[in-house]
Nanobody
Framework: QVQLVESGGGLVQPGGSLRLSCVNSGRIFNMAAMSWNRQAPGKERELVASLTNDGSTNYADSVKGRFTISGDIAKNTVYLQMNSLKPEDTAVYYC???????????WGQGTQVTVSS
C-alpha cells in the first residue's frame, strides 16, 4: 500500500516562505518521479515542480526562481521550498508519485497554501 503524507501548508503573507514535505509511508518505488501539483478554486490542477530518480527537475514557468524541489527518490521523499510567495500561489498543493516500472500513480490528500495579507 502506498500513502503519500503531506505537511507544511498554511497561511503566509505575500513575500513570505513555506516548505512543503511529502513522504511515502508505504511501499517504496525504486524508479520513480515525484512532483508537486496545485489546484486553485475554479481552475484545473497544474504541475508545479517535479523530481526524477536521476535528479532531473522541472518547474512551471510561474514558479521558476522562487520555488525549489528537492528530496530523496530512493526514500520516496520530496520537499518544495516556496519563497517570495504571491497571492496567485494560493491553492491546494498535492504530492504525486509515479513509478516508471509499474506505471502506478498515487496522490496525496493535499495541503492548503494561502498567501494573503
Amino acid at each position: 500500500q502506498v500513502q503519500l503524507v503531506e505537511s507544511g501548508g498554511g497561511l503566509v503573507q505575500p513575500g513570505g516562505s513555506l516548505r512543503l514535505s511529502c513522504v511515502n509511508s508505504g511501499r517504496i518505488f525504486n524508479m520513480a518521479a515525484m512532483s508537486w501539483n496545485r489546484q486553485a478554486p475554479g481552475k484545473e490542477r497544474e504541475l508545479v515542480a517535479s523530481l526524477t530518480n536521476d535528479g532531473s527537475t522541472n518547474y512551471a514557468d510561474s514558479v521558476k526562481g522562487r520555488f525549489t524541489i528537492s528530496g530523496d527518490i530512493a526514500k520516496n521523499t520530496v520537499y518544495l521550498q516556496m519563497n517570495s510567495l504571491k497571492p496567485e500561489d494560493t491553492a491546494v498543493y498535492y504530492c504525486n508519485e509515479f513509478s516508471w516500472v509499474t506505471g502506478e500513480q498515487y496522490w496525496g490528500q493535499g495541503t492548503q497554501v494561502t498567501v494573503s495579507s
